[in-house]
């Protein structure tokens, strides 16, 4: 059973039933979120490659495409199957076109093979700390806005060490290491506590699956280790 995203977050509906947030989280309420977001993926299977060529061919044919006009690294195309009903193909940007690694399509299926939803994620780069990120649930775009990664309630780290008592600084520190931007896993937390609390169900599937697939072993290995030295 999927659980909605923890959030601090006041939003508002808005016509097509989706709720955008006003205000970016706390460093303590995307904590929060990325706890819940890491444990919600680790039942996933993920499917041979066969399976994924044939789900990648059903994309195709049902005409599935990007809203941002970006190209799609097909070759990097990953699949899993998150239920007894339901399967998720994730399709990652193709490289050089000014977006983060973590940009990316995710296309839901039905066990007949139909397309019943899909998410992306496009992260552009504006400095270290920040950037815009854009997200599509169903071709509908659900949130656009520049992102600043929360503060933490110590000094920011600034060498490779961890500090005790900092959980977000060195959740970052360690995200940092490992070439994850820290505002992008808060852009995660804004737009997933935005789809996921209106539309629990396919949307938060898609949109967990948009944001966790790509580097979710990263974010559980620096949970573990932001718990370990804080």
Same mark, same amino acid.
């Given at each position: 059973?999927?659980?909605?995203?923890?959030?601090?977050?006041? *939003?508002?509906?808005?016509?097509? +039933? #989706?709720? #955008?947030?006003?205000?970016?989280?706390? /460093?303590?309420?995307?904590?929060?979120?990325?706890?819940?977001?890491?444990?919600?993926?680790?039942? %996933?299977?993920?499917?041979? &490659?066969?399976?994924?060529?044939?789900?990648?061919? =059903?994309? *195709?044919?049902?005409?599935? !495409?990007?809203?941002?006009?970006?190209?799609?690294?097909?070759?990097?195309?990953? /699949? =899993?199957?998150?239920?007894?009903?339901?399967?998720? #193909?994730?399709?990652?940007?193709?490289?050089? &076109?000014?977006? #983060?690694?973590?940009?990316?399509?995710?296309?839901?299926?039905?066990?007949?093979?139909?397309?019943?939803?899909?998410?992306?994620?496009?992260?552009?780069?504006?400095?270290?700390?920040?950037?815009?990120?854009?997200? =599509?649930?169903?071709?509908?775009?659900?949130?656009?806005?520049?992102?600043?990664?929360?503060?933490?309630?110590?000094?920011?780290?600034?060498?490779?060490?961890? !500090?005790?008592?900092? %959980? =977000? +600084?060195?959740?970052? &520190?360690?995200?940092?290491?490992?070439?994850?931007? *820290? %505002?992008?896993?808060?852009?995660?937390?804004? /737009?997933?506590? *935005?789809?996921?609390?209106?539309?629990?169900? @396919?949307?938060? @599937?898609?949109?967990?699956? /948009?944001?966790?697939?790509?580097?979710?072993?990263?974010?559980?290995?620096? @949970?573990?280790?932001?718990?370990?030295?804080?």
């Amino acid at each position: 059973m999927l659980l909605a995203l923890t959030t601090s977050i006041p *939003a508002t509906a808005q016509e097509d +039933g #989706l709720a #955008l947030p006003l205000i970016p989280p706390s /460093a303590q309420a995307t904590t929060a979120s990325l706890v819940q977001m890491d444990e919600e993926v680790r039942d %996933w299977r993920r499917l041979a &490659q066969p399976a994924t060529e044939a789900l990648l061919g =059903w994309v *195709a044919e049902a005409g599935v !495409k990007p809203s941002a006009g970006l190209s799609l690294d097909t070759g990097g195309a990953v /699949a =899993w199957r998150v239920s007894e009903d339901v399967r998720l #193909l994730r399709l990652p940007v193709a490289l050089g &076109q000014g977006v #983060l690694s973590q940009s990316s399509l995710t296309v839901m299926f039905a066990n007949d093979d139909t397309v019943v939803g899909s998410s992306e994620w496009v992260f552009t780069p504006h400095s270290a700390n920040s950037g815009r990120v854009q997200s =599509w649930l169903n071709g509908s775009l659900v949130i656009d806005q520049t992102v600043s990664a929360p503060d933490s309630d110590a000094p920011r780290i600034t060498s490779m060490a961890y !500090k005790k008592g900092d %959980w =977000w +600084g060195n959740f970052n &520190q360690c995200l940092s290491n490992a070439g994850v931007a *820290a %505002w992008v896993i808060t852009g995660i937390s804004i /737009a997933c506590a *935005a789809v996921c609390v209106v539309t629990a169900g @396919i949307g938060c @599937i898609a949109c967990l699956g /948009a944001a966790s697939a790509g580097f979710s072993g990263t974010v559980s290995y620096c @949970i573990t280790t932001a718990n370990l030295y804080s």
